[in-house]
C-alpha cells in the first residue's frame, strides 16, 4: 500500500511508512509537548495548550479535552503516529488521554509540514505559561548570557551603552587656548592678555599669518544641499567635526570633518590625504566614509560614519571621576582585551601599504561590543617621505622624526597605548615619553611579567628589535591575556590553546629528561622547508650528511642539523650552527632557544637560564620558555623564579598542567610543605596520562612528610587510586598500614580516623596488614624474601584463644 501522506513517496510496511515513519491514517502532526489539568508536562500542540488550561480552571477532574478519562482504561495510543500505551488514563508517551481528538494537520497554503514539525518539542518559554498569561523574562544566567567579542572569549569586558549624538554637541563651540598656535611658525596665539579673552580670528603677532579658530558651518545650515548640521561635536588638529542629519538617507546621523584652520597648509595637506586613504577603507573596525563635500563658501568636508560610542580615553576620564578625581586605570585583561580587538584594522592597513601613525586612547571609540578605529587624518603610505607627519608626544615612536614612519612605529604606538591604558603612566609625555618606567614603578601590574615585557619589545628604542607586524603583536597579546585571566583564577587552567611556534610538552611523569621540553614548530614560509619536508632519510649519520648538501643552508636546515648533533651530545656542533643562524638573521630567537636547550641537556641548568630568559621577552605570550625556564631556575639554585614560572604555566593552559604540578610538587617537597605538595598535585586532571603518577607521588609525599594517622590513611587512600599494579600496590600497603599500626601502639588515644576503609585501632589495623603482607609474599620470586614475608604476615597476626 502506498503511503498517503503528502509528498511521501513511501510504501505501508508492517503498518508504517518505510520512508516517514507514520501510519497511513495519520495527519503527519506530532503533538508538542503541553502542561495538563494536573500540572504535567505532557504532550500536545498550542491547542491542546489552551485545552488544558480550560481544563484546570473548570476543575481538576477533567482531562484533556474536558472528558473525564478512565483512570483504569489500557492499551495503545490511540493519538495518530504516537508508539505510546495508555496507564492509569493517559499515555505514557504522549500524556494525551485515550478520548482526545487527534490536532488537524498544520500546514500553510496547502503545504506538507517540514520534517522537523512532526516531532514532539519540549515546552519552553511562553508555553509553560497557563494561558492567557504573561510574565517578565528573567535576566540571562552568566552561562547563556551572551558573550561580548571584545575579549576574544578569555575574559568579559562590558559594553558600552549607545550614545545620544544630539548629547554629543559641544555648547560653546570654542577651541581652548592652550590649543591656539600659529599655523605657520608654531607662536601661541589667540591667547588672554591682562584678563582679556583671547581673539578667535586675527593675524599672528609674529609672521603676521590669518588664522581663525571659530566653526565654519553653524546649526542648522545645510551643506551640499543634502546634510543638516546639528552642532559642532568637538575640534581636533585638523578640524571641526560636526554632527549633521542626511536628508537623502532617511535622516541618518552623520559626522562633517572639516579644517580648523583654513591658513594651515599641513592640515590641508593632511585633510587631502586623509581623503584619499579613507576612500581606499574598507573595514568593519575602521570608521566608515560616505561622501566628499563642499559647502557655498568652498571649503571641504568628508562625511563619516556617526559612531555612536565613547573613546577609550572618555572610558579613562569616566573611571577617573568615578573614583573621586584619583587616576583608575582599566584592568590589565580590559585593555589587552581593547588592544587585541583592534589590532585587525592595522593589519588592514599594512597590508595595504597604509600607516596609521598616530594610535591613543582618544582614536578608538568602543561602540556596544566592539571597536572602531577613528580619525585617519594621519594615515599616510609607507613609501610617503613628503607629506606631513602627525604623531602624539608620549605615544610616537622616538625616530618618528629623523627616519619616518613604518609598521614597527605603529607597533610602538600601540604598546605606549596598552600601558596608559592599564596603568598610572605618569611621566608618560614628559620623563618617560620616549622610555619605560621600571617595571617596580607600576604598582597596577606588579606581577604582570609577561605584560611588562609584551610592552618592552612592543617599545623598543631600536625598531628592529620591535615585533614587525601587528598581528605578531596580536598573537603574543593573546597569550599574555589567557595567562593574566588564568593566574586570576588558579586550577582553572584554559583548554589547550594551541601554539603557532610550539608544541606542547610530553612530560607526564616527575622524572624529566631534555627530551621532553616542547619543540619548535617548523617555519613552513622558510625556503628550505619544502625541500626538508620531502627528506625521507631516518639515519641520524645519513641525514646529517643529506642536510649538509642541502640546495641552501636556510634557518630550517641548521636547525635540523642542531637537533641531530644535540641528539648525539654534540653541544659544540650544535653551537656552530646556532652561530650560523645568527649570522643570517640576529633576531632569530629559535637559534638561542637551542642554545638553552643545549645546555639544559649538559645539566649547565645556570648557563641555560640566560637563553630561555632571552626568548621569554621575544615571545612573551608563549608558555614555552616559560616552562624551560622554570626548569632551568629549578636545577639551577632559582626557586622561587621557578615556583612562579610553574604556576603560570599550570594555569594558563591545559597542556602545561601536568609537568607544572609536578615540578611545583618538586620545590614544595624540598621545603616539606606537605600541603603545598598536595595542592600542586591535586591540579593534575584525572583525564591526564599523568593522574596514576600524581597519585603515586601523593602517598609517597604523605608517608615522607606526613607525620599523622590521618595522612597515612590520606596516602593509602591515594595508593587505591593510583591503579597500579599489584606488587606495587601491596608494597605502599605494607609499608603505610605498619607505619600506621607502629602510631597506634605508640599512642592512648582513642582513633578518630580511619584507614583503608575502618578505624584506625589494633584490631583493624592488624588484618590489613597482614593481608598486605601475603600479598606482597606472593609477588616475590625469591624464596628467602617470599618466606620473610610470610613470617612478618604471622608475627602481625592476633593471637586467638581456643
Excluded at 70 to 78: E, L, M, Y
Excluded at 258 to 274: C, F, H, I, P, Y
Aim: with cysteine; hydrophobic share 40%; glycine share 10%.
Amino acid at each position: 500500500m502506498k503511503c498517503t501522506q503528502p509528498g511521501c513517496t513511501g510504501r505501508i510496511v508492517d503498518g508504517y511508512c518505510d520512508v516517514c515513519g507514520m501510519p497511513p491514517a495519520a495527519s503527519g502532526y506530532r503533538p508538542p509537548f503541553a502542561v495538563d489539568a494536573a500540572g504535567t508536562v505532557s504532550a500536545g500542540g498550542p491547542d491542546v495548550v489552551a485545552q488544558a488550561a480550560a481544563a484546570a480552571s473548570a476543575g481538576p477532574s477533567r482531562g484533556v479535552q474536558g472528558a473525564a478519562p478512565s483512570r483504569h482504561a489500557s492499551g495503545p495510543c490511540p493519538q495518530p503516529g504516537c508508539p505510546g500505551q495508555i496507564v492509569d488514563g493517559y499515555c505514557d508517551y504522549c500524556g494525551n488521554p485515550p478520548t482526545a481528538a487527534p490536532p488537524p494537520p498544520s500546514t500553510v497554503g496547502g503545504a506538507a509540514p517540514a520534517a522537523s514539525q512532526t516531532l514532539a518539542s519540549a515546552a519552553i518559554g511562553s508555553a509553560l505559561l497557563p494561558g492567557g498569561q504573561t510574565a517578565k523574562r528573567p535576566a540571562a544566567s552568566a552561562l547563556h548570557r551572551p558573550v561580548t567579542r571584545i575579549g576574544a572569549g578569555i575574559t568579559t569586558v562590558p559594553p558600552a551603552p549607545l550614545a545620544d549624538p544630539t548629547k554629543q554637541l559641544m555648547t560653546d563651540p570654542v577651541v581652548p587656548e592652550d590649543k591656539r598656535f600659529c599655523p605657520n611658525c608654531g607662536e601661541p596665539i589667540g591667547r588672554s592678555i591682562d584678563g582679556q579673552p583671547g581673539r578667535l580670528s586675527g593675524f599672528c603677532p609674529k609672521c603676521q599669518t590669518a588664522y581663525n579658530f571659530k566653526p565654519t558651518i553653524k546649526a542648522g545650515e545645510l551643506v551640499a544641499g543634502q546634510y543638516e548640521v546639528a552642532g559642532a561635536l568637538a575640534y581636533g588638529g585638523m578640524g571641526w567635526i560636526y554632527l549633521a542629519r542626511d536628508k537623502n538617507v532617511s535622516g541618518r546621523w552623520v559626522v562633517l570633518k572639516g579644517l580648523l584652520n583654513a591658513g594651515d597648509t599641513d592640515a590641508k595637506m593632511a585633510a587631502l590625504s586623509e581623503q584619499e586613504f579613507m576612500a581606499q577603507v574598507e573595514h568593519p573596525l575602521i570608521v566608515e566614509i560616505y561622501n566628499f563635500v563642499s559647502d557655498a563658501d568652498g571649503a571641504r568636508y568628508i562625511v563619516m560614519e556617526y559612531v555612536p560610542g565613547v573613546s577609550l580615553k572618555d572610558i579613562l576620564k569616566r573611571r577617573q571621576a568615578d573614583n573621586g578625581g584619583a587616576m583608575n586605570p582599566l584592568p590589565v585583561d580590559w585593555a589587552l582585551a581593547y588592544i587585541i580587538e583592534i589590532i585587525p584594522a592595522f593589519t588592514y592597513l599594512h597590508d595595504r601599504g597604509l600607516l596609521y601613525c598616530d594610535f591613543k586612547p582618544d582614536n578608538v571609540m568602543q561602540v556596544g561590543d566592539s571597536e572602531k578605529l577613528i580619525d585617519l587624518g594621519g594615515v599616510r603610505h609607507v613609501h610617503d617621505e613628503t607629506s606631513p607627519m602627525y604623531g602624539t608626544v608620549g605615544f610616537q615612536a622616538p625616530e618618528l622624526a629623523a627616519k619616518g614612519a613604518s609598521v614597527p612605529s605603529d607597533v610602538y604606538t600601540i604598546g605606549r597605548t596598552l600601558l596608559v591604558l592599564c596603568t598610572e603612566f605618569r611621566g608618560y609625555q614628559g620623563e618617560f615619553a620616549t622610555s619605560l618606567p621600571p617595571l617596580a614603578d607600576l604598582p597596577q601590574i606588579t606581577g604582570q611579567d609577561s605584560l611588562y615585557r609584551l610592552v618592552l619589545r612592543a617599545c623598543a628604542p631600536n625598531p628592529d628589535d620591535r615585533f614587525q607586524s601587528a598581528e605578531e603583536f596580536r598573537q603574543q597579546a593573546l597569550g599574555v591575556l589567557r595567562e593574566v585571566v588564568g593566574v586570576r583564577t588558579p586550577g582553572a587552567a584554559f583548554a589547550s590553546a594551541p601554539s603557532p611556534l610550539f608544541e606542547p610538552p610530553t612530560q607526564t611523569g616527575d622524572a624529566f629528561t631534555w627530551t621532553q621540553l616542547p619543540k619548535l614548530r617548523p617555519d613552513t614560509a622558510d625556503s628550505g622547508w619544502d625541500w626538508l619536508n620531502r627528506l625521507t632519510i631516518n639515519s641520524p649519520a645519513e641525514r646529517l650528511a643529506a642536510l649538509r648538501s642541502a640546495p641552501e643552508q636556510t634557518a630550517e636546515i641548521l636547525l635540523e642539523q642542531a637537533r641531530i648533533v644535540l641528539s648525539a651530545g654534540d653541544r659544540v656542533a650544535s653551537k656552530r650552527l646556532t652561530q650560523a643562524i645568527l649570522a643570517q638573521n640576529p633576531w632569530d630567537w629559535r637559534a638561542i632557544w637551542m642554545d638553552g636547550v643545549a645546555a639544559l641537556m649538559a645539566g649547565d641548568y645556570v648557563g641555560a637560564q640566560p637563553a630561555f630568559n632571552a626568548v621569554y621577552g621575544q615571545v612573551p605570550g608563549e608558555l614555552a620558555p616559560k616552562f624551560a625556564l622554570a626548569i632551568a631556575c629549578e636545577r639551577g639554585g632559582q626557586a622561587a623564579t621557578a615556583e612562579q614560572l610553574y604556576g603560570v604555566c599550570a594555569s594558563t593552559d591545559a597542556n602545561y598542567v601536568t609537568p607544572s604540578a609536578f615540578g611545583l610538587a618538586r620545590l614544595r617537597a624540598a621545603r616539606s610543605d606537605l600541603k603545598g605538595v598536595l595542592d600542586a598535585l591535586n591540579l593534575v586532571p584525572s583525564t591526564s596520562r599523568g593522574y596514576t603518577e600524581s597519585r603515586r607521588l601523593r602517598a609517597q609525599h604523605l608517608m615522607a612528610l606526613g607525620t599523622s594517622l590521618a595522612d597515612l590513611g590520606a596516602a593509602l587512600d591515594a595508593v587505591a587510586a593510583a591503579k597500579l599494579d599489584a606488587p606495587t600496590y601491596a608494597r605502599y600497603s605494607v609499608e603505610i598500614l605498619s607505619r600506621a599500626l607502629d602510631t597506634v601502639r605508640a599512642t592512648k588515644d582513642a582513633p578518630t580516623v580511619s584507614i583503608g576503609g575502618l578505624p584506625a585501632t589494633d584490631k583493624a589495623l592488624r588484618p590489613q596488614l597482614e593481608r598486605a603482607y601475603r600479598d606482597l609474599a606472593a609477588y616475590q620470586s625469591d624464596a628467602g624474601e617470599r618466606a620473610r614475608l610470610i613470617e612478618q604476615a604471622n608475627a602481625t597476626r592476633r593471637w586467638s584463644v581456643l
